[in-house]
């Protein structure tokens, strides 16, 4: 019950806020890298499915984040999406 609480709550902040409660504290927000609008299927594939994915095999689609040029996990890649600061973000005009 406590996973579907925890995953329902990822999904609908992503979906409607770009951002949870963390991500608003830190000054990020999800964005995505094609399009102005967060899908929901792309958000259900980034939080749901992709961060399972992420998971698997101790957290090793984590480690992307470290060698990866745009800093996406695979659950980023996955659903087309980055992690950007507010204040980028800002300056493109969204």
């Known amino acids: 019950m406590l996973a579907i609480l925890a995953s329902l709550y990822f999904f609908i902040f992503t979906l409607v806020l770009k951002q949870t409660i963390g991500k608003i504290i830190m000054g990020i927000k999800v964005v995505s890298a094609t399009s102005s609008k967060l899908s929901w299927e792309d958000v259900l594939l ?10 698997i095999l101790l957290f090793s689609g984590l480690l992307l984040i470290a ?7 695979l659950h980023d890649k996955m659903s087309g999406m980055l992690v950007v600061w507010e204040q980028d973000n800002l300056i493109k005009g969204d």
Request: aromatic share 6%; proline share 6%; net charge positive.
């Open 67 to 73: 060698i990866d040029p745009k800093k996406q996990s």
């Open 46 to 55: 980034r939080e749901i499915i992709g961060k399972f994915s992420s998971s």
